[in-house]
């Protein structure tokens, strides 16, 4: 996995942007250090030796060798440093945990309705986070950070959900404060969309810098990075092109309480209800993608009439935002040669030349896994932010 490269804010040379530089392989000798930096090879020693010592980066014999003594490469130790990774869909949990180097050491998913509330799905979660410590072999105290990603907009500075529609009984749940006396590690919580972005980004596109991760389940969402950044907004509810109103669709209304939303047309949710109506049962995005499976002629018109409805949204965001990646997720994701058609037949006819000339349109590479992924990756990058990392070691006895 790809956590972000170092850039020109890393070099300032405190412990935490050490180990950052170490972390991305942008420096893996003391003398890449010094050079990186600047700093003399006096300072890089005492700040690589601080981080040894605290358990943060090991140093091993294995540089190659340009004549003379091999030099001893650095990199992260991840053994007694983990993070967890928590996707709460509408009715399952994930968990996944992971080193802070992003290798995967265990994982699970359970069955679960996020309706349940609060209480009960989270103290879920802390069992399955808990069981996945025991299975990798780590102790409770190598836990060092959680993620989280739920089905709804939240206000990330507080990890508090905010109004969100099919959760109810979590608006403004604190969701840090329930693992505060569990563990001692950060808690950040986002919407599932972001953090799907990320894994996706992180794993499968490292290198763009402009992407739109797009989820079509039961609702419609869409995760942006910007600058190789997860983009949030003001007040965290960038993307929610779910509720972006659709022409002739006035009778559709939304559980927002508006009509005509893209999500009210277009998602699971309410192509099940046609199909329903059309006599062939559905009450889910899993049905609606049994049905196209299984050759179902009206369901495949209804995916693709949705992937054009989807794509007219798409298009004003693709001549607005210029992505270089569009990526499709989701529930109705895995019947993607039909939504993606629909997808890219408006996307191309209603956008700029310019704006489409290197786009890629194409369904997620990272699948089932994105949001657990993402959560993790939100988790991992929050720990070896630089100014974390300084407060750590300013709080650790020398």
């Known amino acids: 996995m790809t956590f972000g490269s170092a850039d020109e804010r890393t070099v300032a040379g405190s412990p935490g942007d050490v180990l950052t530089l170490i972390g991305t392989g942008s420096a893996t000798t003391r003398a890449d250090l010094a050079k990186v930096t600047g700093l003399a090879r006096s300072t890089v020693s005492q700040r690589v030796d601080a981080l040894i010592e605290h358990g943060l980066v090991e140093e091993t014999e294995n540089g190659e060798s340009t004549g003379g003594r091999p030099p001893r490469r650095l990199r992260l130790h991840t053994a007694g440093h983990v993070v967890a990774g928590v996707d709460l869909g509408a009715t399952h949990c994930r968990t996944v945990l992971l080193d802070i180097g992003g290798t995967v050491l265990a994982t699970r998913e359970d069955t679960i309705p996020i309706a349940e509330g609060p209480e009960t799905v989270l103290a879920h979660a802390d069992e399955r986070i808990k069981g996945l410590l025991a299975e990798a072999g780590r102790a409770p105290a190598a836990l060092k950070a959680i993620g989280i990603g739920v089905p709804g907009p939240v206000e990330h500075a507080t990890g508090r959900p905010n109004n969100p529609p099919i959760m109810p009984g979590w608006n403004e749940y604190p969701v840090p404060e329930f693992f505060a006396g569990r563990y001692d590690a950060a808690v950040l919580v986002d919407n599932d969309v972001n953090v799907m972005a990320l894994g996706e980004h992180r794993n499968a596109f490292p290198g763009t810098g402009y992407l739109l991760f797009v989820k079509v389940g039961t609702g419609i969402g869409c995760g942006v990075v910007a ?14 092109i779910g509720h972006i109103r659709v022409s002739g669709h006035d009778d559709a209304g939304c559980r927002c309480g508006n009509s005509a939303c893209l999500e009210a047309v277009a998602g699971g ?39 054009r409805l989807i794509g007219e949204v798409l298009a004003g965001l693709v001549n ?5 990646v569009i990526v499709i997720g989701g529930a109705l994701a895995r019947v993607h040669d039909h939504l993606l058609a629909g997808i890219r037949e408006t996307i191309y006819r209603r956008s700029l030349p310019l704006a489409t000339h290197h786009l890629v349109i194409t369904p997620s590479r990272t699948g089932v896994d994105a949001a657990a992924l993402g959560a993790g990756l939100l988790a991992i990058e929050h720990y070896l932010a630089p100014d974390n990392i300084n407060r750590i070691m300013e709080a650790l006895p020398s």
Request: charged letters at 20%; a neutral charge; glycine letters at 16%.
């Open 269 to 307: 949710a309410a192509l099940a209800r046609r199909l329903t109506e059309l006599g062939y049962p559905a009450e889910t995005g899993a049905d609606v993608v049994a049905l196209v499976q299984s050759g179902n002629t009206q369901a495949l018109r209804l995916v693709r009439e949705a992937g």
């Open 227 to 240: 600058g190789g950044r997860l983009h949030r907004g003001a007040q965290g509810s960038a993307g929610d």
């Open 320 to 324: 607005f935002f210029n992505p270089e």
